[in-house]
């Protein structure tokens, strides 16, 4: 694990939210949970790890869908307490299939 | 409250996290939480409202740091438990002075 990542703040239940962004375009594509034993998966292999609260398991993505993201960078905010993740998206990187999870804006009242 | 809000899903405290992003270069800035009353103030105004987890208070981005944020745009993800905000950012999103908050990167192991 890098020296840094004990600048990183998990929550109560040992998570930290990331931020996965498009290197390419900048798109904000997804958010999702990574554990301690994630974030080091991420760093150590490229790919994108991430903690699934539900089902309560580590899971790489793309092993499912094939839309794999390969990973550039990993940033940390100035409170440590979330990662932002610039990747290199294969394919949708969200299940419905849209390109980015963000497909959906709300209109002010 | 827009109809969409209807959609969101909050978490078992009250909150989603909003990730920030300057609408002009693509760059995430900061995320914050945001509860009901920060998400409805902030569609009303037109400038981002976040609640403080660790003061228990809402705040207006700017009030104090005269670095306000002026919304674009309010997007929302496929299951309506995160927010992405586009904004044009007057001054440093970060309290440390600098532009963004992820201002430092992660190194592979």
Redesign the interface.
Known sequence: ??E??E?LRFDDQGLI?A?V?DAA????L??AWMNQEAV?RT??S?RTWFWSRSRKELWRKGDTSGNVQHVH???????GD?L?VKVTQEGAA???G?RT?????????
Do not use: I, K
């Open positions: 694990m890098p840094l990542a600048e939210p931020v962004q375009n900048g798109d904000v997804m958010v080091q760093l150590e490229g960078e990993v940033r940390f905010d100035c409170d979330t932002l969200c299940h419905t849209e999870c963000f497909y959906r804006a709300m209109e002010a009242s």
